[in-house]
């Protein structure tokens, strides 16, 4: 602390000036948020050092205020990231099976087509519905069903490459996504598979279910450049297969299925 | 710090417990104080009550100023005061005592007094 002339000393008047103009400024610092700014709070302990004190003691306490709140914003802005990222891939997944859902396998199938590259580069789409599925639900309940949607889904994604998306798109309704495929007879290799895996008997709640699946297959992009067309082939080709009897796998015809351009996706309950 | 049973002074304070139970806390003049020596003083008067929350009788009119963090460790070590009475006389260790009182709010009871005599006999009434 300081030392400050008496109240009737000469240089008195001027002092108070000096240490009136010290606080001044410190409150200039304290409106310009730059909180460290002091003010001398001399030994004289008089009504001067008191304002200076008061202004430090309030610049502290400012301080403490502004950090809170940035601490607040930034508490705030961490829960409003893991929310909005919670919200998204609730927007973008199944919520029962965590597989993506229909917006998020159009707007990837969009994109497939978009960025593909000709004949040199196909995709193709399975369309694949459980047979009997209503049976699951209707004999061994809805958590006996759900559990087997689970099951189902993490057979099919088991049987899939990196660049490959699987999706539940309806109750008992899933696609695929290869991401590259050669040929349509690729692609159906690939379908056989997920039809056996799914073969394989699952426990629901004690009982041992074999699941049998339909699945169409469809190759893009020749002449199915649109994800409502080609999710629409492997549709018609999926009930194809529904005709043909439990498991089958068949490949989209044009010639045998018709002009396919439209999909009704039953929505996920 | 040099300690004897029933005081103990510190690099900025001394600190003593009365025969009537309460404790008095003197501060080195015009010495700012820090969080280190609201630390310290609060050390010391456990050290003296042993832990018991007692009466603190502050003279704070020669004290320096004291910073948020000490004013904050005080608050927060509330539970070894019964009530503090802080004796002022002059215009800064005034402002320094409202500004403990409206600002930080303390959650013990505690009081800016004039005069020694009138603290001490609020004090009294806070011996547990």
Redesign the interface.
Known sequence: ?TTTPAPHEPDAVPDLTRRLEEVVAVIQELAALRFGARAT?T?A???V???A??V??LG??LA?SYDEIEQRVADRTAELAVATQELRRRALHDDLTGLANRTAFWDRLAHRLDVGDGPRTRCAVLFLDLDDFKTVNDTLGHRAGDQLLVDVARRITSQLRAGDLAARVGGDEFVVLLDDVATADAALTVAHRISEALRAPHELGGHRYTAASSIGVAVGPDGLDTPDAIVAAADAAMYDAKRRGSDACVVYDRERHGQASTVDVVPVR | MSTESTEVVGEKFRIWLRPDGLVELVWA????SGLQDAIATIEAMTELTGGRPAPLLVHT??A??Q??AARMEFIRRHEVVSAVALVVG???????AT?FIN?SRPKSPTALFEDEASAVAWLQGHLV
Request: aromatic fraction near 2%; glycine fraction near 6%.
């Open positions: 602390m709070v030994a302990s008089d009504i050092d008191a304002v004190a008061g430090n003691a502290e306490e403490a | 003049p015009h010495v700012p009119t020669d320096g100023p910073d948020r002059n215009p800064l260790s005034r402002m320094m500004f600002v």
